[in-house]
């Protein structure tokens, strides 16, 4: 695995890569790599000859400056995930490398961006959409895999890719959970042992909600009380939303009807947690 | 040469040029062809295989309704001239093929697209940014022409490629210009036989400003007064505005030390006419 920490030399290696008939996959990411980030690489490494992952802690979409600066980082074993699960390029620009003096062009995707996280963390999906375009147009892929935990951030990435015109693939990947269902997140290495075993109410809360659509419940509002009242037996969960919506949208929908996301944002302590399931009828 | 209308089809032709090894340049327009357009679409296919006009009026980036209906369309001339000139291929899609139902990204380019024009025409440069990446995330072309005439909109373009990270290279060409120097534009057409003999002040008043800096003259105030009084000559004219700005930022500079740009919006009647010139001090 080649680690490559300048635009243009990972384009040059690119073009030779393209040149001898190679496709190319992009796994990006913000390092602290887990099984989730590991289940994307190895997909792509399966589908492409030549996968390339970045490791990159976005500044510009940190809304607290706290919660960047803390962000784990552990460069080594990042390297060892990528190249263990198949990557070819490991691609870990400086910050000035991405952003230099006098940037300053930003990307607005409108109501896609502005519902859940994005009314939650401000600026949020403006900086993700800045910077995953940014990093698409660097590595020019054919096929880009997020996973789909981060639901909204890929509504939010598909519908630029579709405004824009970008000649890329978006592969939305299912969630990884630990053992006992919390979904990985690099975040959940903050969670103490208390906040750590009530996290796992979120995932059962989910699969409550599936179970009562399952059962014939259509009312958005019944299936998000029901969540809500199963979440609030954990003590230390503050809910920062509980939401069903339209997937591709991000815009709450009265009733399940065909497909739906319900998408929940919750805190332990400082920690904040999100975790989605899509609700689907079959008619 | 191809006339073609869709993006999927486009791809699909473009993809089996590169197969067969060639590079592609490109000279976006918005149709009303001229000798300006004609000399970049003559330079592109001299340095590629294939040359991409396309042809599309924008609506984003009118900021009057009644400019963007009025706006001159002469289709089977303009494939004359394409055809003429060495074009390949003719992109000309549809409205709704750019912008379809539920289209909503934009792009914000900053100060660069905030002065001048962008100014006078608010949202301007947000639509000409926008629609020039999509072009280019279309067409994926190695160098793409734009007309020095829009001096300021290669200022943006250039940042936004730059803060993107387009792999694209932006090739100003020189401003072609009328027997009697007035700079071509698909707009002149609007000015009446008067309006049209009073015009030709504005590259005269160009003329004189560069004369005022061999001569000697550095201060921009100074220079910008004597162009001001020059056009209040012509009794039709009206000025929007006349700066001298640092080519790259287009913000403003107080002397001429190396270059700096002069450029200048002038209406004549109901027509408004932009031109410039490269201001040079040879140390």
Redesign the interface.
Known sequence: MLVVNK?DEL?KVLKEKRKGGCSVGFVPTMGALHAGHASLIRRSAREHGCTVVSIFVNPSQFNEVSDFEKYPKNQENDRIIAENEGASILFCPEANEIYPDG??????????ADTLCGAARPGHFRGV?GIV??LL??V?PDDAYFGQKDAQQIAVIK??VR?????VRIEACPIIRERDGLAMSSRNIFLNDTERSEAVILPTALETAKRLVREGVRETGEIKKCVASLIGRSKLAEVDYIEIVDADTMQTVPSVNGRALLALAVRFGKTRLIDNIMLQVYN
Chains 1, 2 share one sequence.
């Open positions: 635009i384009r940037f300053e062009t930003s990307v607005i995707v409108g109501q896609v959409a375009l940014k147009n660097i020019q519908k630029m405004d824009l015109n970008l000649d």
